[in-house]
């Protein structure tokens, strides 16, 4: 005769692959914040409308020496609509705070140009490459 087998209920099953499955989240959000993007501080200093298409923006950017930044510069139009973004590359520094101005193309008259955010950027990455941390739509000014 044998003995009767076992079977895991489907209860404990759920929970077992719950718990591994927040692990998972949890190992993940370690090693973003490890080895993610750093936020890089800056502050608009100013930006003026310069025609029908076009607004300037100068900031100023805090990085290492020897760093390079990519930051998000964007353009609103008078409903509040984007008219315009890019990613701009800052650096590499030679000294720890850089006042770069960047003249944006825009899409429809320009009534504020503003940067969103900036990041460390990594070796070798074009402004053109796709930032999707940058380009998130999450105006982050904690570090301003």
Request: glycine share 8%; net charge positive.
């Amino acid at each position: 005769m044998t003995a009767p087998v076992a079977r895991r209920t489907p209860a404990v099953v759920w929970v077992l692959g719950g718990l591994v499955a927040l692990a998972m989240v949890g190992l993940a959000f370690l090693l973003y914040q490890r080895y993610g993007p750093s936020p890089v501080p800056f502050q608009v200093r100013t930006y003026e409308i310069t025609g029908d298409r076009e607004v300037r923006v100068s900031w100023e950017v805090s990085v290492e020496p020897g760093s390079t930044a990519l930051c998000l510069v964007r353009a609103r139009d008078a409903t509040g609509a984007d008219a315009g973004s890019r990613v701009v590359r800052v650096g590499p520094a030679s000294e720890r705070a850089l006042r770069p101005t960047y003249a944006l193309a825009t899409t429809s008259r320009p009534v504020l140009g503003e940067v969103v955010r900036c990041l460390v950027a990594a070796p070798g990455q074009e402004p053109d490459a796709p930032v999707a941390s940058l380009a998130a739509g999450r105006a982050d000014r904690s570090a301003q």
